[in-house]
């Protein structure tokens, strides 16, 4: 049997790498609310140059936002080889090996997502770009997580009972999150955002009208005013969806949040945890809100996507706690219940 040490150093980094992912993905979500998708139109270099070589003269525009968001890019995918290296050198877990050859992969398919997206300049392939980059988000928080002192008391304790119904509530719920984000994703993708201009009603009725003499009256008093595709009767459709999943998951969370305080009291980490989750919906609902009432403003967009993204990451890190909690490590193995519903052993 070995045991697992605190590495201090380790843990800072991973929380590092974490911490440069979600500023990585303000970088892209600014790059999409400004519209600057296609300002560099090539890949890897940038406008023929190397891209660690272009001119910073040149930074102007739209190109300011692709650019440092591919710098920043790099950044990300450096330290992620780090880690993943310093996990594979100094981690005896085997499980945390493969995450960290994972997020390695992860990074490498997501820089590559990111180019063909320039090079096709497929619309769809952004959607899947944002889509896998909060998914890397989520493993680099839970790697921070797991080399976190937090953890390793966690996995050395008594089996503290979590109720299974909550559990599966909370991990319903935190796929419901991802599959808005995706939603959420092809929105952005599509620039269908203000498909719906006004908020709390749609059009002025709780489901607008989709004929094709609505659209037209739409398109004809649409805010936005430059270079935007007419919406479609699906956009419109698309993000009634988006409303309506927002306000189950807000119901939701809700529940999970009242149900922990009842069944684990109000000192518990995970109550806690939950009551955090439950302040951000709140807030991601203001957002969502802001975001229309100010015609799409790229810092309130991008300020969506973000606590959308915190999200996600509070409902998935809640769900790996509670699943490790109520796993007891047998006395010959220590073993730590490991991500994504796996277990593996310390040896």
């Known amino acids: ?51 660690f070589s272009f001119p910073p003269s040149k930074w102007i525009g739209g190109i300011f936002y692709e650019h440092t968001h591919r710098l920043w890019a790099s950044t990300v995918g450096f330290l992620t080889t780090i880690l993943a290296a310093w996990l594979l050198w100094k981690d005896p877990r085997k499980w945390m090996k493969r995450l960290g050859v994972a997020a390695f992969l992860l990074v490498i398919a997501q820089g590559v997502l990111g180019g063909l997206r320039v090079v096709l300049k497929m619309d769809n392939l952004g959607t899947v770009h944002g889509v896998v980059g909060q998914t890397f988000f989520v493993l680099m928080c839970s790697l921070a997580l797991f080399t976190s002192k937090f953890w390793l008391r966690i996995s050395e304790q008594p089996k503290v009972n979590v109720p299974g119904t909550l559990r599966t509530l909370v991990l319903a719920t935190t796929f419901l999150i991802f599959c808005q984000l995706i939603l959420g994703s092809t ?3 599509q620039h269908a955002g203000l ?15 989709t004929s094709p003499d609505a659209i037209q009256m739409y398109n004809a ?37 009242i149900r922990a305080w009842r069944q684990l009291g109000k000192s518990d980490a995970l109550t806690k945890l939950a009551l955090c989750w ?70």
């Not at 201009?197 to 059009?203: E, G, H, L, R």
């Not at 805010?223 to 927002?246: C, D, G, K, S």
């Not at 403003?297 to 699943?323: E, K, Q």
Request: with cysteine.
């Open 1 to 51: 049997m070995t045991n697992v040490k605190f590495n201090r150093s380790l843990y800072w980094f991973a929380v590092l790498t974490a911490v440069a992912t979600f500023l990585l993905l303000a970088a892209g979500g600014m790059v999409t609310s400004r519209e600057a998708g296609m300002s560099v139109p090539d890949w890897p270099n940038s406008y023929g140059y190397n891209m």
């Open 195 to 209: 498909s719906i201009n006004t908020f709390p009603s749609a059009y002025g009725k709780v489901w607008p009208d």
């Open 278 to 347: 439950f302040a951000l919906i709140d807030v991601q609902i203001c957002l969502g809100a802001a975001t229309i009432w100010t015609n799409k403003a790229a810092d309130v967009a991008t300020a969506h996507v973000l606590v959308g993204a915190l999200s996600l990451v509070t409902g998935a890190l809640w769900c790996i706690i509670a699943f490790g909690r109520s796993v007891r490590a047998p006395e010959t193995q220590n073993e730590a219940f490991g991500a994504f519903g796996t277990f593996a052993g310390n040896k």
């Open 221 to 257: 008093q649409r805010v936005e005013i430059t270079n935007v595709n007419p919406i479609t009767a699906f956009q419109v459709i698309l993000q009634m969806v988006h409303r309506i999943v927002a306000l189950l998951i807000f119901i939701f969370v809700t529940i999970c949040a």
């Open 187 to 189: 929105m952005r993708g």
